[in-house]
């Protein structure tokens, strides 16, 4: 049953987010922008941030962006990825930081949700890649910020735990469902409520607001529906730890919506288990 | 050459992952047979026997004697269960997406069969038919093992009853290692589980059985 008082304490405690670092924010700002001006200042924004540099340049060399060689600069990286995907990483290196807690009311480990994060975003990549042509970054970025709801929430479930894992064994739902049930709100609506405290671009919003729920997306359901079917295979994979990963399934009209057929869809889902469960294979 | 003795290993949620785990901590010669269910909405079984296959392939083996390696190529095969086919050593055998497995044994030839029914059963493939299955063909010589799953509708537990009635053993994952421990902690709670332990573990007692 709902509880007003703790839906109340929960959206007051938006507050105690971390602030969006002033770089990271500057870059967001220039988040649609791809003009030649744009990329001089976008590399001279992440080279001035020693600490952001080097987080970047961890992720540009991560299994889960896929490329081939080592990156050891940012002006290399830029070459070889792109500015609209060196944006993304400076936004990862930030959630990164800020997902690194154990989130005790997932049973989520220290790091856990940060590897669930960029396994999704991999994932989102790879299926824009065919499904969302130009979107590849956008994707990868969505993936990589669409659970940032669960850093606030997972300190009131703590609270409910028991009474939502019952109700997941009796009626054989899926972990946000019961959220919505016992505690009223879900992780995706405080996401939805923490992005727009940071600012981040509309798009995004859509994404954590909308990936349980793909067909109320509002900006663009395609790219909700890619980061869906992402989270809902690394959670039936198991390459996330946590206890929100039971019950899961692929909303059919999601992969409808990227007018996916049935011999696509198991070459994607193999694709997808290779990338999520085989990354060193990539 | 008919295998004497089995593995079969049950999993739920988390359990393709974990089964990668596991199997990435065989580095040593695979003799007898291992037959895995997972309860997944997705068919993926080809993928994982593939990739393991890819990932093993490239692992050469630690046994060593006297300092020399034993063997320097891995051979353990990795594949989906095909029906009808004879079980062999040395092989690890998936069963396919949303169809039960089944052990069986006929004048002293084993195999695996594949089949829809029964279709009204709450997972598929079942693990507690699985098992079940091994444990009517091999009797004591059967090892089975239960992963990380959720605890809904206790799929492995008479399983594991029959393996312990014919004097086989039972291995579950501990609540370290596993995404959700309700399907280990129904073994343990039945009294079935021989030991409690963590994927690496797990992987030294399937050495130790064969």
């Keep these: 049953m709902i509880n007003p008082k703790l839906v109340e304490s929960i959206l007051a405690n938006i507050d105690e987010l971390p602030p969006m670092p002033a770089s990271i924010a500057a870059l967001l700002e220039m988040f649609q922008e791809e003009d030649s001006l744009s990329a001089a200042k976008i590399e001279k924004i992440i080279s001035s941030d020693q600490s952001l540099t080097m987080n970047v340049l961890k992720l540009c060399n991560s299994a889960f962006f896929g490329l081939r060689q080592e990156v050891s600069s940012i002006k290399q990286a830029a070459s070889l990825i792109g500015f609209k995907a060196l944006k993304a990483l400076a936004l990862g290196s930030f959630v990164q930081h800020i997902t690194e807690q154990r989130l005790e009311g997932y049973l989520i480990e220290k790091g856990g949700l940060w590897e669930h994060s960029i396994s999704v975003a991999g994932g989102s990549r790879l299926i824009a890649e065919r499904y969302l042509k130009g979107f590849e970054d956008t994707a990868f970025t969505a993936g990589i910020v669409h659970d940032v709801g669960k850093i606030i929430m997972s300190k009131y479930l703590q609270k409910e735990f028991t009474e939502i894992v019952s109700v997941i064994k009796k009626d054989a739902i899926p972990f946000h469902e019961a959220e919505k049930r016992i505690c009223g709100i879900t992780h995706a609506e405080i996401g939805q409520m923490a992005a727009e405290r940071w600012k981040l671009p509309n798009i995004l919003i859509d994404v954590i607001r909308n990936h349980h729920s793909p067909q109320n997306a509002i900006i663009n359901k395609q790219l909700v529906s890619i980061v869906h079917i992402s989270d809902s295979v690394s959670k039936i994979l198991g390459t996330t730890d946590g206890l929100d990963s039971v019950n899961m399934n692929i909303d059919e009209g999601a992969v409808s919506s990227l007018n996916i057929d049935k011999a696509e869809y198991e070459d994607l889902i193999k694709r997808l288990t290779n990338l999520m469960l085989f990354p060193e294979q990539r | 050459m008919n295998p004497d003795r089995i593995i079969v290993i049950?999993?739920?949620?988390?359990?393709?992952?974990?089964?990668?785990?596991?199997?990435?901590?065989?580095?040593?010669?695979?003799?007898?047979?291992?037959?895995?269910?997972?309860?997944?909405?997705?068919?993926?079984?080809?993928?994982?026997?593939?990739?393991?296959?890819?990932?093993?392939?490239?692992?050469?083996?630690?046994?060593?004697?006297?300092?020399?390696?034993?063997?320097?190529?891995?051979?353990?095969?990795?594949?989906?269960?095909?029906?009808?086919?004879?079980?062999?050593?040395?092989?690890?055998?998936?069963?396919?997406?949303?169809?039960?497995?089944?052990?069986?044994?006929?004048?002293?030839?084993?195999?695996?069969?594949?089949?829809?029914?029964?279709?009204?059963?709450?997972?598929?493939?079942?693990?507690?038919?699985?098992?079940?299955?091994?444990?009517?063909?091999?009797?004591?010589?059967?090892?089975?093992?239960?992963?990380?799953?959720?605890?809904?509708?206790?799929?492995?537990?008479?399983?594991?009853?029959?393996?312990?009635?014919?004097?086989?053993?039972?291995?579950?994952?501990?609540?370290?290692?596993?995404?959700?421990?309700?399907?280990?902690?129904?073994?343990?709670?039945?009294?079935?589980?021989?030991?409690?332990?963590?994927?690496?573990?797990?992987?030294?007692?399937?050495?130790?059985f064969q």
């Design chain 2, 10 to 208: 049950g999993a739920s949620t988390g359990g393709p992952k974990a089964i990668v785990e596991l199997f990435s901590e065989l580095v040593w010669e695979l003799k007898i047979p291992v037959v895995v269910a997972v309860h997944a909405p997705i068919d993926i079984a080809d993928t994982i026997a593939s990739g393991l296959k890819r990932k093993m392939e490239s692992n050469p083996l630690m046994e060593t004697f006297r300092g020399k390696p034993l063997s320097s190529k891995n051979q353990t095969s990795y594949k989906t269960v095909i029906h009808n086919e004879d079980i062999q050593g040395g092989t690890v055998y998936f069963s396919p997406g949303k169809k039960h497995t089944f052990v069986t044994m006929d004048f002293m030839r084993s195999y695996l069969r594949v089949s829809d029914e029964p279709s009204m059963t709450t997972f598929k493939p079942s693990v507690d038919l699985l098992f079940i299955s091994a444990a009517n063909s091999f009797k004591s010589k059967v090892l089975g093992i239960v992963l990380t799953g959720l605890s809904t509708g206790r799929d492995g537990v008479e399983g594991c009853k029959k393996i312990k009635e014919y004097g086989g053993a039972v291995v579950v994952q501990d609540k370290r290692t596993s995404e959700c421990f309700g399907m280990p902690k129904n073994i343990i709670d039945a009294g079935l589980a021989d030991s409690v332990l963590p994927l690496k573990l797990i992987a030294n007692k399937m050495k130790m």
